[in-house]
């Protein structure tokens, strides 16, 4: 018998792959089964170098994306499991601002950006179309996701 999916872990982990895909970083794979360190993952293809793309911004609003579909499903952020994640984030930020208070206003501002733009209709709803993939086969690969985000982006059937 397959152990049971957390919802919560499939939207978090759809949102960090949505994300990356509107922001042009392509996403390998995506998984909510559990392994020893983690709940699930989105790994991530490589990433096209652009000196004019702000990829510290980017990569906080990815590394943000997974709490922030959690709490708008949920009703509540859920740091503590999503630590790796902030920590990554507060890292980056860190090096942006440069000191501790001004970092942590970027993190602030990075979430509000994160939450908008998950909260579009058409991200949104991959969102949801993703995390139902997951919590029905535990795992999607990168081009299921592009499918399913790009397919999002037309509207609805």
Same mark, same amino acid.
Request: charged share 25%; aromatic share 6%.
């Given at each position: ?13 759809? /949102? ?37 793309? +702000?990829? $510290? ?5 990815? /590394? ?6 959690? /709490?708008?499903?949920?009703? /509540?952020? &859920?740091? +503590? &499991? ?34 908008? $733009?998950?909260? #579009? ?10 995390a139902a993939e997951l919590m029905r086969l535990g795992e999607i690969s990168g081009r299921t996701a592009r499918h399913l985000y790009e397919e999002c982006?037309?509207?609805? #059937?």
């Open positions: 018998m397959d152990p049971p999916r957390d919802e919560a872990t499939a939207y978090h982990e759809a /949102a960090h792959a949505v994300m990356a895909l509107a922001l042009g970083r392509p996403v390998a794979g995506v998984s909510i089964l559990p392994g020893r360190e983690f709940l699930g993952a989105c790994a991530f293809g490589k990433a096209v170098f652009r000196p004019s793309e +702000d990829w $510290l911004e980017r990569e906080i609003l990815i /590394a943000l994306a997974g709490a922030a579909a959690e /709490a708008r499903r949920t009703g /509540a952020y &859920a740091w +503590d &499991a999503a630590a790796r994640d902030r920590t990554y984030a507060e890292g980056l930020a860190l090096q942006r601002a440069g000191a501790a208070r001004q970092a942590q206003r970027l993190l602030r501002r990075m979430l509000s950006k994160a939450e908008h $733009l998950l909260g #579009r209709e058409g991200a949104w709803r991959a969102v949801e179309r993703l982006q037309r509207g609805p #059937r």
